[in-house]
């Protein structure tokens, strides 16, 4: 598996910032159910070129936690929402890799 710290960490944040996962507002107030994909395109992850798909796979799944962990932290510490009042989830497309 790749160091999510290192290889791959530069290329995530430029995805995520492109597909405005980082601003904490487009989040609030939430319709029922809204989800913002990190990429719609293979050409979005082409840095993970020639690695196994389970591998590319396993850095996506662990990216998105720990950006969701981290919005969760920050949403709650705005005060704006309470804790819990609203779903969070990584959802994925299929569980084949």
Do not use: Q
Not at 41 to 61: C, H, T, Y
Not at 75 to 94: D, F, H, K, Q, W
């Amino acid at each position: 598996m790749s160091n999510l710290d290192g290889t791959f960490t530069s290329a995530l944040d430029a995805l995520a910032a492109s597909a405005e996962w980082s601003d904490i507002d487009s989040y609030h107030p939430s319709s029922p159910f809204d989800e913002i994909p990190l990429y719609s395109r293979d050409s979005d992850v082409a840095f993970f070129d020639g690695r196994p798909i389970r591998e590319a796979n396993e850095v996506l799944l662990r990216y998105s936690a720990r950006f969701l962990a981290d919005l969760v932290g920050a949403v709650e510490r705005t005060g704006r929402e309470p804790a819990g009042r609203y779903l969070r989830m990584i959802s994925l497309l299929e569980l084949s890799d």
